[in-house]
């Protein structure tokens, strides 16, 4: 119409523009203030690093405390920051700094050479001391105000309060605590280091001025196995004993962390192995070179602490199927002192493949725990191809034969064999007693014999497992030897699989390994299959 008036063009553009702008300020400001804000996140961890990296202290980062927790330099309430895994020091990150400058961490040797063994005093630190912690003096809980308050001793974790600290303490010598029988003492590392220099070799006499109870311990843990999970473990290890006591095996073998022993009297030292039977078998073949080097008299005692799932050798020692925190770390140790000796058969597994024209040489497993071939096998495998050309392994007795102790076995038409060393199998599931409704030799772990059974296929296997079947029990012998001419199967050696062809396998045994035995949570199943703990000295 005429009357109305059009908006004039540059107006438009205008409008336009201003809408263009705020776009524009809407996307990109937000990623310059997330770029600028990662930039400055990059700045902290490389400034953080570069401290952890320099310090003597076993910083870590936490974006999360899991307790109330109080800066050691500042002494504000603190939710995220960093901590030391070997004394337990808790910062905020401005203070980190300033508390790697103002507080020494452990020692894992003195410095001083002239110092006696039992010459070492407390080291305290404020703060944040374990919930529930009582005070040495008064016998009332410390840590109970919402403040930066009372003591702590980081080797012998005994605890004070503020006002209950007194001049006497603060130079009392520290007897180590309840696990002074498990920590090796800086003192003692400064004068062996004395010793070499000097040539002297006589750690017997220097370690009995610590007790004839005295039985250090040597932690093992893999930092993968439990979900990282071990990873965990080393910090809480490290500040109940010595840092130097404690070894992450994906950093350090285990061949290296146990030449620790070679330091320690004859047959004095425990290993605690962190991690599944996998981990277990990696020490034990460790443990076995040290044998070869000529190092038996410095041989440990090798204790489990199951991380993960299955676990069957740490079940059958009494350890438990996994451990997930339901006890705590101290507790652990409690139970590795209480342990009892005993010996644990380990077995050559050879396997020499068929052919005219196979010039390779046979493969030789370690076995603690089993050995399968088949349905078993199958499922660590996950061989579903092969299960449907060939359903019956065992299906001809021409071309497949078994011997124990060298006399040939008789076969029905089963699908599996399984060979175990060890009285669990499958993750819990004690395949040799079956349904226990039947008289049989029970299984053993140390008395030189293997017990052999027979599948019918999974499904047997899942009826086993929930008690509503038994095994075909073939026998128990000292060696067994297998014929096998399938031109493929599945085969594994404690849960680790791999498609075998046509071969013979024999299994010897090789050599016995000194375990330790928790017998706290014995079941009925397990008091009668334990080793006898005396026999144990034998082995040594």
Not at 70 to 82: E, N, T
Not at 277 to 303: F, N, S
Not at 397 to 424: C, F, M, S, T
Request: hydrophobic share 35%; net charge neutral.
């Amino acid at each position: 119409m005429e009357g109305e008036q059009r908006p004039a063009p540059y107006q438009g553009l205008f409008a336009d523009g201003h809408l263009v702008l705020y776009t524009l300020c809407s996307v990109l400001l937000p990623v310059f203030i997330t770029f600028w804000c990662s930039l400055q996140r990059s700045r902290r961890q490389l400034h953080r690093r570069d401290i952890f990296r320099k310090s003597k202290h076993g910083w870590r980062d936490t974006d999360l405390f899991s307790h109330p927790t109080y800066c050691c330099v500042c002494a504000q309430h603190i939710l995220q920051g960093a901590f030391c895994d070997c004394c337990g020091l808790r910062v905020d990150e401005g203070c980190l700094k300033k508390a790697d400058k103002r507080f020494h961490c452990k020692e894992i040797m003195l410095k001083n050479d002239s110092r006696a063994l039992d010459a070492m005093h407390h080291h305290w630190i404020r703060g944040n001391v374990p919930l529930c912690s009582y005070c040495v003096v008064c016998k009332q809980q410390c840590g109970s105000q919402p403040k930066l308050c009372d003591y702590r001793c980081i080797w012998c974790q005994k605890t004070v309060h503020d006002e209950c600290m007194k001049s006497s303490l603060r130079n009392e010598k520290c007897d180590f605590g309840e696990f002074r029988n498990l920590i090796i003492p800086p003192s003692y590392l400064t004068c062996i280091n004395q010793m070499r220099k000097d040539k002297k070799t006589d750690y017997a006499m220097l370690a009995s001025k610590l007790g004839k109870q005295w039985t250090p311990l040597i932690v093992l843990a893999n930092s993968r196995s439990g979900t990282n999970m071990g990873e965990g473990l080393l910090g809480e290890f490290r500040i109940l004993l010595n840092p130097v006591q404690v070894f992450d095996v994906t950093k350090t073998p285990p061949i290296k962390a146990l030449q620790l022993c070679t330091l320690l009297p004859f047959h004095s030292a425990r290993v605690l192995v962190c991690g599944g039977d996998g981990t277990v078998g990696w020490v034990l073949d460790a443990v076995d070179e040290m044998k070869i080097k000529g190092q038996e008299k410095y041989i440990p005692q090798v204790a489990v602490l199951p991380l993960g799932t299955g676990n069957d050798l740490s079940n059958t020692l009494g350890w438990g199927t996994g451990y997930a925190g339901e006890i705590p770390v101290a507790q652990v140790l409690r139970n590795v002192m209480e342990a009892d000796g005993i010996k644990l058969d380990r077995w050559k597994v050879q396997v020499t493949n068929k052919g005219y024209y196979n010039l390779r040489k046979p493969k030789e497993f370690t076995m603690n725990n089993y050995f399968s071939v088949g349905p078993d096998a199958l499922m660590a495998l996950n061989f579903h191809a092969h299960r449907e050309k060939a359903p019956s392994l065992f299906s001809s007795r021409i071309l497949n034969k078994l011997e124990l102790d060298g006399e040939r076995v008789e076969l029905p038409n089963l699908e599996g064999i399984i060979v175990l060393n060890i009285g669990y199998w499958g993750g819990g599931c004690r395949l040799w007693e079956g349904m226990g409704d039947e008289t049989y030799p029970l299984a053993r772990h140390d008395d030189g014999l293997l017990e052999v059974v027979g599948v019918y296929g999974s499904f047997h296997c899942a009826q086993i497992q929930v008690k509503l079947a038994n095994p075909f029990r073939i026998g128990q012998a000292h060696t067994v030897r297998l014929i096998l001419k399938c031109s493929m199967m599945p085969m594994q050696v404690d849960g680790e699989p791999w498609a075998q062809g046509p071969c013979t396998v024999t299994i010897t045994h090789k050599t016995h390994a000194l375990m330790l035995y928790f017998s706290g949570e014995q079941t009925d199943d397990d008091a009668s299959s334990t080793s006898d703990p005396e026999d144990a000295k034998e082995a040594e």
